[in-house]
């Protein structure tokens, strides 16, 4: 797939580029990145790319003009699957379905804002806002790189042992399990016994509670929207109960 990164930073991405997955997705030809300057779009002499904001509010906003022909320029076929995110605070939340829906795409064009933010007029010319959570940072380049490293490792072919993918988090909309290698013990802390069983129904049916236990203590609101089975609801009940689980 191909992904267009609009910035008024490029150099941000000349290195983060270039580590780990994202580096061998790269190497595997699996994601062909194109870093787009938007200040080269600006028409004055200064490549001016934002301006005070009207009705005598504090900031700066990034001006419409040169966005609007950055992303003229990406000049993507409708005829194929693309889409154009603008990363903003203001935007819905990303998630790890959202970061599967992007990964089927062809071209995917991510708009860094920066300051108080953009020209509410550009949301005319992209398909969404996205956020990476209820929290404030500077600027979306690294907003960007979160999504970026998201997608990538979803793409065929980039993992080296894609079945891992199964059983992260929130790929069953829940938390992931908690892991263990050794030394079977540390400093009096023992990893469960059922682990070494051997039994796989038993071993799964753990992995399940202990996923189920960890959402429930981390992010409850999760389990609000996802369906359970019967034996779920009985456990989730003894866990907000407060009665002792065996480990």
């Known amino acids: 797939m191909n992904i267009d990164i609009l910035t008024i930073f490029p150099e941000v991405f000349d290195i983060t580029l270039n580590f780990s997955i994202i580096k061998r997705a790269k190497e595997k030809k699996k994601v062909f990145f194109k870093i787009i300057n938007i200040r ?3 028409k004055d002499k200064h490549k001016t790319v934002d301006d005070v904001p009207y009705g005598c509010l504090n900031g700066m906003v990034m001006k419409i003009e040169p966005l609007y022909e950055a992303i ?8 194929i699957k693309n889409k154009i995110i603008l990363l903003s605070a203001a935007g819905k939340k990303l998630n790890q379905c959202k970061l599967r829906e992007y990964s089927e795409l062809e071209n995917l064009a991510i708009i860094c804002g920066r300051y108080e933010g ?3 007029r550009i949301l005319n010319y992209i398909d969404e806002e996205i956020s990476i959570g209820d929290y404030v940072i500077s600027g979306g380049e690294f907003a960007a790189l979160v999504i970026i490293e998201g997608i990538t490792r979803l793409l065929p072919g980039v993992l080296g042992n894609e079945e891992s993918l199964k059983n992260e988090s929130f790929n069953e909309d829940m938390l992931d399990f908690p892991h263990y290698t050794r030394p079977r013990e540390f400093k009096g802390l023992k990893v469960p016994d059922v682990l070494f069983s051997g039994n796989h129904k038993k071993i799964k049916e753990w992995l399940r509670k202990a996923s189920i236990k960890k959402t429930y203590e981390n992010r409850p609101e999760i389990l609000k929207e ?5 034996e779920d609801i009985e456990y989730l009940n003894e866990l907000k109960k407060g009665e002792k689980i065996n480990e």
Request: glycine residues 0%.
């Open 40 to 42: 080269d779009f600006a």
């Open 72 to 79: 003229q320029s990406l000049n993507y076929d409708k005829k």
């Open 118 to 120: 953009v020209d509410e």
């Open 226 to 230: 996802i369906k359970l089975s019967k």
